[in-house]
């Protein structure tokens, strides 16, 4: 990959505004357990876009080895 193509870094910002401190606790500890930075960032943008609550259940994380999904 190109300098020109890097990706940019993740906005923690705008991931942290969709959930509440806690609850940003809450799924990195445990819903989405062992999930990398950009995991983490796709998974919250996907709840946050698709109106999903994964403390409702809507929406589950699972990561075999290095293989995600939602």
């Known amino acids: 990959m190109s300098k020109n193509q890097q990706l940019a870094p993740i906005n923690t910002n705008q991931i942290e505004s969709y959930f509440t401190e806690k609850e940003m606790q809450v799924v990195v500890n445990s819903i989405a357990k062992g999930a990398t930075n950009e ?26 080895g290095n293989q995600m999904s939602i």
């Open 39 to 64: 995991e983490l960032a796709l998974f919250v943008q996907i709840c946050k876009h698709n109106g999903l609550d994964p403390f409702k259940n809507h929406i589950y994380f699972i990561k075999y």
